[in-house]
């Protein structure tokens, strides 16, 4: 039980912060008035629209390119880390299938690269 003593601890120092920090920002955090601007969706610095216009708005393909380029590469640092650390034990299995995901990966690169999203306008 003594091994679990340190761990109880450190739990009950987390929850008594973040109740704490939850109690103080709501007495001493800024009082907003909202208005109907503030309930309105956020879209991505384009007016929100309702009715017919809403159907007949282009949105600009620029904002999930940018947001595919970031996925894709976290996506490749979060696989591409461990199989780094594990080479050597990996074998010739690790590398194949190491190869196999940097071609998929590649796959999506390129697509990425001839939408126009790397170019940063």
């Not at 091994?3 to 920090?21: D, R």
């Not at 309702?50 to 696989?79: N, W």
């Not at 940097?102 to 939408?115: G, Q, T």
Request: aromatic fraction near 18%.
């Amino acid at each position: 039980m003594n091994a679990y003593v340190p761990i109880l601890v450190m739990g009950a120092i987390a929850v008594v912060f973040a109740a704490f920090s939850v109690g103080m920002g709501g007495k001493l955090g800024p009082r907003h008035r909202f208005n109907r601007a503030k309930y309105a969706a956020y879209e991505c610095g384009i007016e929100p629209m309702s009715g017919e216009s809403l159907r007949t708005q282009r949105i600009p393909v620029k904002y999930y390119l940018t947001a595919m380029l970031f996925i894709i590469f976290d996506i490749e640092i979060v696989f591409l880390y461990p199989w780094a650390v594990y080479f050597n034990s990996l074998g010739m299995f690790g590398f194949c299938a190491m190869a196999l995901f940097v071609v998929n990966v590649s796959v999506a690169y390129a697509y990425e690269w001839r939408r126009g999203g790397l170019t940063w306008d």
